[in-house]
T-cell receptor
Framework: DGGITQSPKYLFRKEGQNVTLSCEQN?????MYWYRQDPGQGLRLIYY???????QKGDIAEGYSVSREKKESFPLTVTSAQKNPTAFYLC???????????FGPGTRLTVT | QQQVKQSPQSLIVQKGGISIINCAYE??????FPWYQQFPGKGPALLIA?????SEKKEGRFTISFNKSAKQFSLHIMDSQPGDSATYFC???????????FGGGTRLMVKP
């Protein structure tokens, strides 16, 4: 079964702790993305990567970091510098040059 | 800076009725306009998409209408069903590399 997996589905952390969200795809897509979704709001782009070992900041990159060491994997770290980290985080991927993005099931992060 | 404005934020429709969701954009470089459907706790899934070379695209009960001069596009769901109850997002991207800009979302409820 080809697709995007995100783990875990729910994540709880204490304020001040860094946390890493996993995103893996077996679609052989070059491009991968991280979005943040808040209640009643659209998706906002955090980071994206079009090739291994390269990534670009999106609209709301502050307080987040990413790595792209493998084509299949694009983990997102929510650092303690992120002022309001509680949100639903979505990972997506696409064929480079193709507009259609495929989304994973998301990780709901709660920081207290 | 919200480049894609979506309305209404929420919509209640009776079973069998027509659901209409509207989006307006500002960036004239946008040339790809998808609609995504998202069920609670899940990632968005591509529903239907259109490019500016046509004014309408239909897939089953779902139709996109596109007005290039007005910089507006809309999703029409014919014969709406309770199973259509979800959040719908419009989005747009330009030729410059796959970046999708999302509208704020519309929560649709179809009453039986």
């Amino acid at each position: 079964d080809g697709g995007i997996t995100q783990s875990p589905k729910y994540l709880f952390r204490k304020e001040g702790q860094n946390v890493t969200l996993s995103c893996e795809q077996n679609l052989n897509h070059d491009a991968m993305y991280w979005y943040r979704q808040d209640p009643g709001q659209g998706l906002r782009l955090i980071y994206y990567s079009q090739i291994v070992n390269d990534f670009q900041k999106g609209d709301i990159a502050e307080g987040y970091s990413v790595s792209r060491e493998k084509k299949e994997s694009f983990p997102l770290t929510v650092t303690s510098a992120q002022k309001n980290p509680t949100a639903f985080y979505l990972c997506a991927s696409s064929i480079l040059g193709n507009d259609e993005q495929y989304f994973g099931p998301g990780t709901r992060l709660t920081v207290t | 800076q919200q480049q894609v404005k979506q309305s209404p934020q929420s919509l209640i429709v009776q079973k069998g009725g027509i659901s209409i969701i509207n989006c307006a954009y500002e960036n004239t470089a946008f040339d790809y306009f998808p609609w995504y459907q998202q069920f609670p706790g899940k990632g968005p899934a591509l529903l239907i998409a259109i490019r500016p070379d046509v004014s309408e695209k239909k897939e089953g009960r779902f139709t996109i209408s596109f007005n290039k001069s007005a910089k507006q596009f809309s999703l029409h769901i014919m014969d709406s069903q309770p199973g259509d109850s979800a959040t719908y997002f419009c989005a747009a991207s330009s030729d410059a590399g796959n970046m999708l800009t999302f509208g704020g979302g519309t929560r649709l409820m179809v009453k039986p």
